[in-house]
């Protein structure tokens, strides 16, 4: 009996692993399929276990997979995966409702619920979103919905729900439990259970050190020096390399670095003067500004500028997903049109386009102050730059380098103005996509404040017109 129940688990995870493969088309026919094998094969091995006081099993059990919209199914799937891990889980450790108590050997899968949960200090809420957007999201490509992480919204506990339950049932489902490990970590009661807990749970654990943080001991964590430091772009690939194993993610290296690198660089520049250049020049054994000269001044001028660059890139790309997504929902629409759909379908299709948009306003969100920051080093600089020659020859390449920016910025203005016009006259068809559209309209207009300041300091501090 418990070597069979062993075995019927581990079929369960791999058929739910197989619909995890095949669910980022999910109006495939073998998409559809596998959905419907992983749910009915598990609802009759649920059944023998749990009874309807079980609220898990009432949630898991009450959906209604009789559409044949594929997007409705993948909708169904969002709404009971957590209460299948906790099912699983319970079967596993012996908590099961009816027949009395199941004994099992212990199961480890690496694909058990392919789920990540995030121990933080809500202290540290501002990096470790920049870590779950710029690493998990977008550089590893991993769906937002497999990650558990309380200070966001999306991922988090819904308005309503038992917060200790949900840290505990997470936890138990994950399959890796990054602990964020800082100052805040070490003094919060919360955190530190939460790394016990996963600790007891046998789960894989992973220590990120965060900036400015010491090696000494933390609770059951000995050795600190052996953690993932979030500044060091090597122990980061590394990583990425547990994600690969223990998630089965394919992760597409191109996308990987760039994320990887410009996150990193944001790390890097998180020392306690806040800026890496500034903690620099604060250093009683660096020069003081007014001891530095062209080459130093002209070296900072490059790097912001480089900076700049590579902020207007992500923020490219992204607007760029974004329309991609767009264009094929809006396809999708059409086609749906035709054969007068019901208002589930058409829902399904919304709220992926609002993934998409909070997707791109989290982008904006994160960079906008982010360019301004570099945008304005950029132009000082070049302005100190100035002021150390004689020649104007010799400082006409830096003020090229700041006018051409200065008309790919007037650019980009009209068009992210035109871009906001066309999401605030979208109408509103869902809750979570008028959520969202609000949100990428907000993220927008800070842009456009953005764009509009540096064209301003520009103008004011080098002359260009």
Same mark, same amino acid.
């Given at each position: 009996?418990?070597?069979?129940?062993?075995?019927?688990?581990?079929?369960?995870?791999?058929?739910?692993?197989?619909?995890?493969?095949?669910?980022?088309?999910?109006?495939?026919?073998?998409?559809?399929?596998?959905?419907?094998?992983?749910?009915?094969?598990?609802?009759?091995?649920?059944?023998?276990?749990?009874?309807?006081?079980c609220?898990?099993?009432?949630?898991?059990?009450?959906?209604?997979?009789?559409?044949?919209n594929?997007?409705?199914?993948?909708?169904?799937?969002?709404?009971?995966?957590?209460?299948?891990?906790?099912?699983?889980?319970?079967?596993?450790?012996?908590?099961?409702?009816?027949?009395?108590?199941?004994?099992?050997?212990?199961?480890?899968?690496?694909?058990?619920?392919?789920?990540?949960?995030?121990?933080?200090?809500?202290?540290?809420?501002?990096?470790?979103?920049?870590?779950v957007? =710029?690493?998990? @999201?977008?550089?590893?490509?991993?769906?937002?919905? /497999?990650?558990? *992480?309380?200070? !966001?919204e &999306?991922?988090?506990?819904?308005?309503?729900?038992?917060?200790?339950?949900?840290?505990?049932?997470?936890i138990?489902?994950?399959?890796?439990?990054?602990?964020?490990?800082?100052d805040?970590?070490?003094t919060?009661?919360?955190?530190?259970?939460?790394?016990?807990?996963?600790?007891?749970?046998?789960?894989?654990?992973?220590?990120?050190?965060?900036?400015?943080?010491?090696?000494?001991?933390?609770?059951?964590?000995?050795?600190?020096?052996?953690?993932?430091?979030?500044?060091?772009?090597?122990?980061?690939?590394?990583?990425?390399?547990?994600?690969?194993?223990?998630?089965?993610?394919?992760?597409?290296?191109?996308?990987?670095?760039?994320?990887?690198?410009?996150?990193?660089?944001?790390?890097?520049?998180?020392?306690?003067?806040?800026?890496?250049?500034?903690?620099?020049? =604060?250093?009683? @054994?660096?020069?003081?500004?007014?001891?530095?000269? /062209?080459?130093? *001044?002209?070296? !900072?001028? &490059?790097?912001?500028?480089?900076?700049?660059?590579?902020?207007?890139?992500?923020?490219?790309?992204?607007?760029?997903?974004?329309?991609?997504?767009?264009?094929?929902?809006?396809?999708?629409?059409?086609?749906?049109?035709?054969?007068?759909?019901?208002?589930?379908?058409?829902?399904?299709?919304?709220?992926?386009?609002?993934?998409?948009?909070?997707?791109?306003?989290?982008?904006?969100?994160?960079?906008?102050?982010?360019?301004?920051?570099?945008?304005?080093?950029?132009?000082?600089?070049?302005?100190?730059?100035?002021?150390?020659?004689?020649?104007?020859?010799?400082?006409?390449?830096?003020?090229?380098?700041?006018?051409?920016?200065?008309?790919?910025?007037?650019?980009?203005?009209?068009?992210?103005?035109?871009?906001?016009?066309?999401?605030?006259?979208?109408?509103n068809?869902?809750?979570?996509?008028?959520?969202?559209?609000?949100?990428?309209?907000?993220?927008?207009?800070?842009l456009?404040?953005?764009?509009?300041?540096?064209?301003?300091?520009?103008?004011?501090?080098?002359?260009?017109?």
């Amino acid at each position: 009996m418990e070597q069979d129940l062993s075995s019927v688990i581990k079929n369960l995870k791999d058929l739910k692993a197989e619909y995890d493969r095949l669910s980022a088309q999910p109006l495939s026919h073998d998409a559809m399929e596998a959905y419907r094998c992983w749910y009915e094969q598990s609802f009759v091995l649920f059944g023998r276990f749990f009874e309807n006081d079980c609220k898990e099993f009432v949630n898991f059990s009450s959906v209604d997979n009789t559409s044949t919209n594929g997007y409705v199914l993948k909708e169904n799937y969002d709404k009971i995966r957590k209460d299948f891990c906790v099912l699983v889980d319970r079967l596993e450790y012996g908590e099961a409702y009816k027949g009395g108590p199941v004994s099992l050997p212990a199961v480890t899968s690496s694909g058990s619920g392919k789920r990540v949960f995030i121990s933080h200090s809500s202290e540290d809420q501002d990096l470790v979103n920049r870590f779950v957007d =710029s690493i998990l @999201l977008l550089g590893m490509n991993i769906d937002a919905s /497999l990650i558990a *992480y309380t200070s !966001r919204e &999306d991922m988090g506990v819904a308005p309503g729900e038992n917060i200790p339950k949900y840290i505990r049932d997470n936890i138990a489902c994950a399959d890796i439990v990054l602990l964020m490990i800082s100052d805040n970590y070490k003094t919060s009661e919360v955190c530190l259970n939460e790394m016990g807990a996963a600790w007891a749970l046998n789960r894989t654990i992973v220590q990120i050190l965060l900036p400015n943080t010491s090696f000494d001991k933390l609770g059951w964590l000995c050795s600190l020096d052996k953690s993932v430091k979030i500044s060091d772009s090597n122990a980061i690939d590394g990583l990425c390399e547990v994600f690969e194993k223990k998630l089965d993610v394919r992760v597409k290296l191109s996308s990987w670095n760039r994320y990887k690198e410009d996150f990193v660089k944001s790390c890097q520049a998180q020392t306690p003067a806040e800026m890496t250049l500034v903690a620099v020049l =604060s250093d009683p @054994l660096q020069p003081q500004d007014d001891e530095l000269g /062209l080459l130093d *001044y002209r070296e !900072r001028f &490059d790097y912001a500028n480089k900076m700049v660059n590579d902020i207007c890139g992500c923020i490219t790309k992204g607007l760029n997903d974004s329309n991609a997504v767009i264009s094929r929902n809006a396809k999708q629409l059409q086609t749906l049109n035709a054969h007068n759909p019901s208002a589930s379908q058409i829902k399904a299709i919304m709220r992926h386009s609002a993934k998409s948009m909070n997707d791109l306003a989290e982008i904006v969100e994160l960079n906008a102050p982010l360019l301004k920051e570099h945008f304005y080093d950029m132009v000082d600089y070049a302005v100190k730059v100035r002021s150390c020659v004689t020649h104007k020859e010799d400082v006409e390449s830096g003020f090229d380098i700041v006018k051409d920016l200065l008309v790919s910025i007037s650019g980009a203005k009209e068009s992210m103005i035109d871009l906001r016009n066309e999401v605030e006259q979208q109408p509103n068809m869902e809750a979570m996509q008028n959520k969202a559209k609000k949100r990428l309209y907000n993220a927008q207009t800070v842009l456009i404040d953005v764009l509009d300041s540096c064209q301003s300091k520009a103008k004011d501090l080098v002359g260009v017109v």
